[in-house]
C-alpha cells in the first residue's frame, strides 16, 4: 500500500471538471479510482447554517407578544396624564410636587433600557424580560395600594419606571436574533408602531378609567393586569433568543432551565412521561444548528456587562445621525402630543373626554404608518441588492459588512421629510385659523404616520449596524429621544410663547426636515465607510458588550 501511495503522489492527478466544480478531493487512500489515477472520494458541499430555526408561525406569535410587552413605556407613561388632579387632590400637595413623579419617570425611562439593554445582550432577552415585567407589576401593585405616603409614590413611580422602560430595547435584541436583516422590517413595523402608540391611546385609556370610577387606583390596578399578564406571556412562550448564547436556536442542548419557556418544558415532561425518546427542540426544530461561545454562568456573564456601552454607541459617526433622526424626531411627536390638550380645550372647547378621543386618529395613523414602513424597508433593500448585483441569503443572512445597509435603510426617506414637514406647518397654521375639526385630525393622522415611519427605518440601521449589540443600540436610541425631547421642549416653549402656534409649528417643520434631510445625505455619503472604519478599529480581542 506505501508502494501504491507513493505512485499515486508522483503521478499527475488526472480528475475531470465536473468533480473539480462538486467539490475537493480527498487526499486518503481509501478512495482511489480503478485506474489509480485519481481520489474519487468527496464530500457533498455542505448545506448553509439557518440564520433561524424559528418558523414564520412561531416569528408572528412572537411579533404580538413583543408588540405587547413594548407598549408599556409610554403607555405607562401618558395614562397617568388624566390622573395629575386626582393625585394632588387625593395626596394634598401641590401642582409641582406632582409634576416631579412626571420628571422621575422620564428619568427611569432612560436609566432602564441604558442598564437593561447591555445586559440582555450578555445574559439573555428571555431571563431580562421576566425580571423587569416583574418590577413593573410589582410597582404599580404597590401604586394601587399606596394611599397616603407621596415619599412612596415617587419611588414608586421610579419602579414602574425601570420595569416599563426596558422592553423596547430587548425587543429590539429579538427582533436582531430572529430575522435576517432582508426580512426585518415586517418584524420590526409592528414593534415600533406599538411603541408609539401607547403615546396615543394612554390618555384615553386613562381618562376613561378615571372618569367611570372616579379614582386614580383603578388605573394602577388595570397596569398590574397588563404586568402580570405580559409576564406570564414570556414565561410561557418566548423562549431565549440571544444568539451569544443559543445561536440559531436549533439546540437545547446547552440550554439552562431558565431559558426554556414554560410551554416548552411543559411538552418536553409530557413526552417524556408518555415514553416518548423524541423531544421537540424550542424553535421546533433540530436541524441547522448554529455555533454557540462557550457557556458561562450567569455571575460570569454579568460580569463582562459593561452599563455604559449604549453611551458609546451615541458617538460613533455611523449612529450619531442616525440616533438624531430618531431624537428630532421624537421632539416633534412630543411637541403635538404636549400641545393638543390646550389646541381642543382652547380653540374647539372640548371636554376632558373628547380631548382624549382627538389622540384616535393619531393612533390609527401611527398603525397605518408602522405597517407599510415595514414593507417597504424590506422593498428597499431588496431594490438596493438588486442594483449592485447582490445575491439576498434568506436562510443564512447577508453578511452587512459589505452591504451598504445605510443606502438601503434611507431610500425614500427625502419625500417623507417633504411630507412631515409640510403637515406640521399646515397643522399649525390649520389651528391658527380655526380650520374644521376634520382638516385638524387628518394632519394629525398624517403626522402620526410620519414619525413612526422615521422611527421604525432608522431603529432598523441601529440593529444592522450593531447586529452582536442590538438591545444595546436600541437602549442608545431611547436615551437619545428622552434627552432631546427634553432639551428640545425647553427650548421651544419659549419661542411658542413669543409665537403664535402657526409660527411656532411652521419653525418646528423647517428645523426636524432641514436638520433630517441634512442627516439622511450624510448618512447616505458616508455613512458605510464610517461603520467600516470603525469596525477596522475595534479590537479583535474586545468584548461583544464593547459595542466597538
Same mark, same amino acid.
Given at each position: 500500500?506505501?508502494?501504491?501511495?507513493?505512485?499515486?503522489?508522483? #503521478?499527475?492527478?488526472?480528475?475531470? #471538471?465536473?468533480?473539480?466544480?462538486?467539490?475537493?478531493?480527498?487526499?486518503? @487512500?481509501?478512495?482511489?479510482?480503478?485506474?489509480?489515477?485519481c481520489? =474519487?472520494?468527496?464530500?457533498?458541499?455542505?448545506?448553509?447554517?439557518?440564520?433561524?430555526?424559528?418558523?414564520?408561525?412561531?416569528?408572528?406569535?412572537?411579533?404580538?407578544?413583543?408588540?405587547?410587552?413594548?407598549?408599556?413605556?409610554?403607555?405607562?407613561?401618558?395614562?397617568y396624564?388624566?390622573? %395629575?388632579?386626582?393625585?394632588?387632590?387625593?395626596?394634598?400637595? +401641590?401642582?409641582?410636587?406632582?409634576?416631579?413623579? %412626571?420628571?422621575?419617570?422620564?428619568?427611569?425611562?432612560?436609566? +432602564?433600557?441604558?442598564v437593561?439593554?447591555?445586559?440582555?445582550?450578555?445574559?439573555?432577552?428571555?431571563?431580562?424580560?421576566? =425580571?423587569?415585567?416583574?418590577?413593573?407589576?410589582f410597582?404599580?401593585?404597590?401604586? /394601587?395600594?399606596?394611599?397616603?405616603?407621596?415619599?412612596?409614590?415617587?419611588?414608586?413611580?421610579?419602579?414602574?419606571?425601570l420595569?416599563a422602560?426596558?422592553?423596547?430595547?430587548?425587543?429590539?435584541?429579538?427582533?436582531?436574533?430572529?430575522c435576517?436583516?432582508?426580512?426585518?422590517?415586517r418584524?420590526?413595523?409592528? =414593534?415600533?408602531?406599538?411603541?408609539?402608540?401607547?403615546?396615543?391611546?394612554?390618555p384615553?385609556?386613562?381618562? +376613561?378609567?378615571?372618569?367611570?370610577?372616579?379614582?386614580?387606583?383603578?388605573?394602577?390596578? #388595570?397596569?398590574?393586569?397588563?404586568?402580570?399578564?405580559?409576564?406570564?406571556?414570556?414565561?410561557?412562550?418566548?423562549p431565549?433568543?440571544?444568539?451569544?448564547?443559543?445561536?440559531?436556536?436549533?439546540?437545547?442542548?446547552?440550554?439552562?432551565?431558565?431559558?426554556?419557556?414554560?410551554?416548552?418544558?411543559?411538552?418536553?415532561?409530557?413526552?417524556?412521561?408518555?415514553?416518548?425518546?423524541?423531544?421537540?427542540?424550542?424553535?421546533?426544530?433540530?436541524?441547522?444548528?448554529?455555533?454557540?461561545? @462557550?457557556?458561562?454562568?450567569?455571575?460570569?456573564?454579568?460580569?463582562?456587562?459593561?452599563?455604559l456601552?449604549?453611551?458609546?454607541?451615541?458617538?460613533?459617526?455611523?449612529?450619531?445621525?442616525?440616533?438624531?433622526?430618531?431624537?428630532?424626531?421624537y421632539?416633534?411627536?412630543?411637541?403635538?402630543?404636549?400641545?393638543?390638550?390646550?389646541?381642543?380645550?382652547?380653540?374647539?372647547? &372640548?371636554?376632558?373626554?373628547?380631548?382624549?378621543?382627538?389622540y384616535?386618529?393619531?393612533? =390609527?395613523?401611527?398603525?397605518?404608518?408602522?405597517?407599510?414602513?415595514?414593507?417597504?424597508?424590506?422593498?428597499?433593500?431588496?431594490?438596493?441588492?438588486?442594483?449592485?448585483?447582490?445575491?439576498?441569503?434568506?436562510?443564512?443572512?447577508?453578511?452587512?459588512?459589505?452591504?451598504?445597509?445605510?443606502?438601503?435603510?434611507?431610500?425614500?426617506?427625502?419625500? !417623507?421629510?417633504?411630507? $412631515?414637514?409640510?403637515?406640521?406647518?399646515?397643522?399649525?397654521?390649520?389651528?391658527?385659523?380655526q /380650520?374644521?375639526?376634520?382638516?385638524?385630525?387628518?394632519?394629525?393622522?398624517?403626522?402620526? $404616520?410620519?414619525?413612526?415611519?422615521?422611527?421604525?427605518?432608522?431603529?432598523?440601521?441601529?440593529?444592522?449596524?450593531?447586529?452582536?449589540?442590538? +438591545?444595546?443600540?436600541?437602549a442608545?436610541?431611547?436615551?437619545?429621544?428622552? /434627552?432631546?425631547?427634553a432639551?428640545?421642549?425647553?427650548?421651544?416653549?419659549?419661542?411658542?410663547?413669543?409665537?403664535?402656534?402657526?409660527?411656532? &409649528?411652521?419653525?418646528?417643520?423647517?428645523?426636524?426636515?432641514?436638520?433630517?434631510?441634512?442627516?439622511? !445625505?450624510?448618512?447616505?455619503?458616508?455613512?458605510?465607510?464610517?461603520?467600516?472604519?470603525?469596525?477596522?478599529?475595534?479590537s479583535?480581542?474586545?468584548?461583544?458588550?464593547?459595542?466597538?
Amino acid at each position: 500500500m506505501e508502494k501504491e501511495m507513493n505512485n499515486l503522489s508522483s #503521478s499527475p492527478v488526472q480528475c475531470s #471538471s465536473h468533480e473539480d466544480e462538486l467539490g475537493s478531493l480527498a487526499t486518503q @487512500s481509501n478512495g482511489i479510482a480503478s485506474d489509480g489515477t485519481c481520489p =474519487v472520494s468527496k464530500q457533498p458541499p455542505m448545506a448553509p447554517i439557518a440564520y433561524t430555526v424559528f418558523t414564520p408561525n412561531q416569528k408572528r406569535r412572537l411579533r404580538l407578544l413583543l408588540g405587547f410587552a413594548t407598549i408599556t413605556s409610554p403607555l405607562t407613561a401618558t395614562c397617568y396624564f388624566p390622573l %395629575l388632579p386626582l393625585l394632588r387632590t387625593h395626596f394634598e400637595t +401641590s401642582a409641582q410636587a406632582i409634576n416631579l413623579t %412626571l420628571t422621575i419617570y422620564v428619568i427611569f425611562q432612560a436609566v +432602564s433600557p441604558a442598564v437593561f439593554g447591555p445586559c440582555s445582550d450578555a445574559i439573555g432577552r428571555r431571563l431580562v424580560f421576566l =425580571v423587569t415585567l416583574a418590577l413593573y407589576a410589582f410597582g404599580n401593585l404597590g401604586l /394601587a395600594l399606596n394611599k397616603s405616603s407621596y415619599a412612596a409614590l415617587l419611588v414608586l413611580r421610579a419602579l414602574q419606571s425601570l420595569g416599563a422602560s426596558a422592553a423596547s430595547a430587548v425587543s429590539y435584541g429579538v427582533v436582531a436574533d430572529i430575522c435576517v436583516p432582508s426580512e426585518r422590517g415586517r418584524m420590526l413595523g409592528p =414593534v415600533s408602531m406599538a411603541l408609539n402608540l401607547g403615546a396615543c391611546v394612554g390618555p384615553v385609556i386613562g381618562g +376613561s378609567v378615571a372618569w367611570t370610577s372616579g379614582s386614580y387606583e383603578w388605573v394602577f390596578w #388595570s397596569l398590574v393586569i397588563v404586568g402580570v399578564v405580559l409576564w406570564l406571556g414570556v414565561g410561557l412562550f418566548l423562549p431565549e433568543t440571544a444568539r451569544i448564547l443559543v445561536g440559531n436556536g436549533g439546540s437545547d442542548a446547552e440550554r439552562c432551565w431558565w431559558e426554556e419557556s414554560w410551554s416548552s418544558t411543559l411538552m418536553r415532561w409530557l413526552s417524556a412521561h408518555n415514553g416518548n425518546a423524541k423531544s421537540e427542540s424550542q424553535g421546533g426544530q433540530n436541524r441547522g444548528d448554529s455555533p454557540v461561545s @462557550s457557556r458561562k454562568s450567569i455571575l460570569q456573564q454579568c460580569r463582562i456587562v459593561n452599563p455604559l456601552a449604549c453611551l458609546r454607541v451615541m458617538f460613533h459617526l455611523d449612529t450619531f445621525f442616525a440616533l438624531w433622526m430618531q431624537g428630532s424626531f421624537y421632539v416633534v411627536d412630543y411637541a403635538v402630543v404636549a400641545l393638543m390638550p390646550d389646541i381642543f380645550k382652547d380653540i374647539y372647547h &372640548f371636554n376632558e373626554l373628547q380631548i382624549g378621543l382627538t389622540y384616535v386618529p393619531r393612533g =390609527v395613523g401611527i398603525i397605518v404608518g408602522g405597517f407599510c414602513i415595514g414593507k417597504l424597508m424590506d422593498y428597499n433593500y431588496k431594490t438596493v441588492a438588486k442594483k449592485i448585483g447582490w445575491n439576498i441569503d434568506e436562510v443564512a443572512g447577508d453578511d452587512l459588512q459589505h452591504f451598504p445597509i445605510e443606502r438601503a435603510r434611507a431610500r425614500g426617506s427625502y419625500f !417623507l421629510l417633504i411630507i $412631515s414637514t409640510a403637515v406640521l406647518v399646515g397643522y399649525g397654521w390649520a389651528v391658527t385659523q380655526q /380650520a374644521h375639526l376634520a382638516i385638524v385630525l387628518i394632519l394629525q393622522f398624517v403626522q402620526g $404616520s410620519m414619525g413612526c415611519c422615521f422611527y421604525n427605518t432608522y431603529n432598523a440601521l441601529l440593529v444592522d449596524v450593531f447586529p452582536q449589540n442590538p +438591545s444595546t443600540a436600541a437602549a442608545a436610541a431611547s436615551i437619545v429621544r428622552c /434627552a432631546m425631547a427634553a432639551a428640545g421642549l425647553a427650548i421651544l416653549q419659549p419661542l411658542l410663547a413669543a409665537l403664535n402656534r402657526g409660527w411656532f &409649528f411652521t419653525i418646528l417643520g423647517i428645523w426636524s426636515g432641514g436638520c433630517g434631510a441634512l442627516a439622511v !445625505l450624510v448618512i447616505e455619503k458616508k455613512g458605510m465607510s464610517w461603520r467600516t472604519q470603525r469596525l477596522k478599529r475595534k479590537s479583535p480581542h474586545s468584548r461583544p458588550s464593547d459595542n466597538g
